[in-house]
């Protein structure tokens, strides 16, 4: 696999916005945007789509909140499938979550606990694979899967559309009048390819310096 280093040197080369911003923000990583941030997100899968859910709609501010107020009725650690339905549906409105999303968790969870998604063969699949296994399950549509290959699976070349954080950032470093189309994202993405996972978190990275908090795409 090539180079940290190598990979920056080729996003670059194929695209001077980029090349800008790869100079300005230095390396890059997802380990990196962790360390920036001082968060530390769940390294099981199950818990890493638990987050994704508590995330959705939300600024990154506010889904931090109620994900940790989560994680303290597991006693700090990343909740587990068969103890998110113990509890009760007062308990986990309790923490911040609507009703919708409380439902969207049990749904998870009897997905995980049945069989129907199997967490531990999901690194096996490909990216395409992956994304159709998680969509199949309730209150988990593209933006969500996306969001799982990036930042657990640490796939190298995704690119998600439909994210405002994306799309508003590609706006502002492009100079455009208004934000870019989910479409025009992708489209505006091939020429990253092999490293569209890593074009996205320099763009969502451009963001932290600027008064706008990140946000996501309903699935």
């Given amino acids: 696999m090539p180079s940290a280093a190598k990979l920056r040197r080729t ?9 800008r911003m790869i100079d300005e923000l230095g390396p890059m990583s997802v380990g990196e945007r962790e360390r920036r941030r001082s968060t530390r997100p769940p390294r099981d899968a199950f818990g890493a789509l638990v987050r994704i859910v508590v995330g959705q709609q939300l600024s ?19 909740p587990t499938a068969k103890g998110l ?3 009760s549906e007062a308990d986990l409105r309790g923490v911040g979550l609507s009703g919708r999303k409380v439902e969207y968790l049990r749904d998870l969870a009897r997905h995980v606990l049945d069989g129907s998604l199997e967490l531990d063969r999901l690194d096996e699949l490909s990216d395409e694979e992956v994304i159709e296994e998680i969509v199949a399950v309730r209150g988990f ?21 439909g994210d405002l954080g994306i799309r508003r950032a590609i706006q502002l470093a492009y100079g455009l009048d208004e934000m870019p189309s989910p479409e025009e994202v992708v489209e505006r993405a091939e020429r990253w390819r092999p490293n569209r996972s890593l074009a996205s978190l320099y763009l969502w ?9 990140e946000a996501t795409l309903v699935d």
């Fill in 85 to 87: 339905l113990a509890l």
């Fill in 205 to 213: 990275e451009s963001l932290a310096a600027r008064p706008v908090e």
């Fill in 11 to 19: 996003l670059a080369a194929s695209d001077p916005v980029l090349a």
């Fill in 141 to 161: 549509g593209p933006w969500s899967a996306e969001m799982f290959l990036i930042f657990h699976l640490r796939r190298p070349d995704v690119i998600s559309g």
């Fill in 60 to 78: 990154t501010k506010a889904a931090r909140s109620i994900h940790a107020r989560l994680a303290a009725l597991f006693d700090g650690e990343a």
